[in-house]
């Protein structure tokens, strides 16, 4: 079975400093992806960032990079230089099934900026 | 204009009454998909339909029906609304990855919130 695990229901970071998600997984596949969306107040979900699971690089989006640790099957997200515009939900996913394109998601950690 | 819309964005409805959500996109993908998110629960897939003569279902598909009427529309329904699927319903689409790898990013609109009374 393939599930994804946010253990930290919430979280806090001041403003301009650091902040990093945690999300660990369980598949047996060997072709995923793995993603990170936001959901602001507004609820819209908004890609943030993907990692393929063959690529050994972390992928990077501006402020936004994951540490992927494939034999841990950890996935954590880090947001440098926090602003008032990253306070949201986080939500991690896994996409796996092949050709099927499913998403599982994680149940999400609520991070609050604080200035 | 947004790429993937939905409507109604808000609705409540009754016990035993019948409700269609829709979802419309302009980014010409052929994937579409249903999702529901209850709190704490994150998103659990209900539907996906990988075009118009194809529909699969999710892991919660009880209690409703899909119709996909066009590449761009993919509708929900829910044919005797019952107050536990009261949530939010997000539709989202995809396209195959063009590089021979399956590439897919799902792409979210901005969602239903459903109460049932």
């Known amino acids: 079975a393939q599930t994804v695990t946010q253990s930290q229901p919430e979280m806090s970071v001041q403003e301009a400093e650091t902040v990093t998600l945690s999300c660990t997984y369980d598949t047996s596949e060997s072709d995923y992806y793995l993603f990170w969306y936001k959901q602001p107040p507004s609820r819209q979900m908004i890609l943030v960032i993907r990692?393929?699971?063959?690529?050994?690089q972390n992928a990077t989006e501006n402020r936004f990079s994951v540490n992927f640790q494939k034999a841990a099957k950890s996935f954590s997200l880090k947001i440098s230089d926090s602003q008032l515009g990253d306070a949201a939900m986080y939500f991690c996913a896994m996409r796996y099934g092949g050709a099927t394109n499913k998403l599982i998601f994680g149940t999400g950690t609520l991070l609050a900026v604080q200035p | 204009d947004a790429d993937v819309t939905q409507t109604p964005r808000n609705r409540i409805t009754k016990t035993g009454k019948r409700i269609m959500l829709e979802c419309s996109q302009t980014k010409g993908h052929d994937r579409m998909y249903w999702y529901r998110q209850d709190p704490g629960l994150g998103l659990r897939l209900i539907y996906y339909?990988?075009?118009?003569?194809?529909?699969n279902k999710g892991e919660i598909s009880d209690g409703y029906s899909v119709s996909r009427q066009a590449q761009a529309k993919f509708s929900l329904s829910l044919e005797s609304a019952i107050p536990n699927q009261t949530a939010l319903y997000f539709c989202?689409?995809?396209?195959?990855?063009?590089?021979?790898?399956?590439?897919?990013?799902?792409?979210f609109g901005p969602g239903t919130r459903l109460l049932v009374l």
């Open positions: 339909s990988f075009d118009v003569k194809d529909i």
């Open positions: 989202a689409t995809s396209d195959f990855g063009t590089s021979g790898r399956f590439q897919e990013t799902q792409y």
């Open positions: 990692q393929e699971a063959y690529k050994q």
